[in-house]
Nanobody, 116 residues
Framework: QVQLVESGGGWVQAGGSLRLSCAAS????????MGWYRQAQGKQRELVARIANDGSANYADSVKDRFTISRDNTKNTVYLQMNNLKPEDTAVYYCKLERRLLHPYWGQGTQVTVSS
């Protein structure tokens, strides 16, 4: 019943922008910390950005000055605005609903490809 559905991935040229969306359902969205993670080919999944229910956010150093995470609790949606994209940003991006004691929920992932 809990579902996270990502959208907005695609192909862009280096220096371009994309906005990812993650629509959540089946939970009380507004109480949870949400995150964006990514996994490039041959690499471990890594945190990109995280936003708590009070709106506080943190970012990986590699994206700190380029990406912005936000949320709209009335729409049960978390966003990731990605600017000045670089080829090293190429990865599958996953939406994650954080839980303290139980397993988290993950979206299906959306591919972001940045060409040189």
């Amino acid at each position: 019943q809990v579902q996270l559905v990502e959208s907005g991935g695609g192909w862009v040229q280096a220096g371009g922008s994309l906005r990812l969306s993650c629509a959540a359902s089946g939970m009380i969205f507004g109480i949870y910390t949400m995150g964006w993670y990514r996994q490039a080919q041959g690499k471990q999944r890594e945190l990109v950005a995280r936003i708590a229910n009070d709106g506080s956010a943190n970012y990986a150093d590699s994206v700190k000055d380029r990406f912005t995470i936000s949320r709209d609790n009335t729409k049960n949606t978390v966003y990731l605005q990605m600017n000045n994209l670089k080829p090293e940003d190429t990865a599958v991006y996953y939406c994650k609903l954080e839980r303290r004691l139980l397993h988290p929920y993950w979206g299906q992932g959306t591919q972001v490809t940045v060409s040189s």
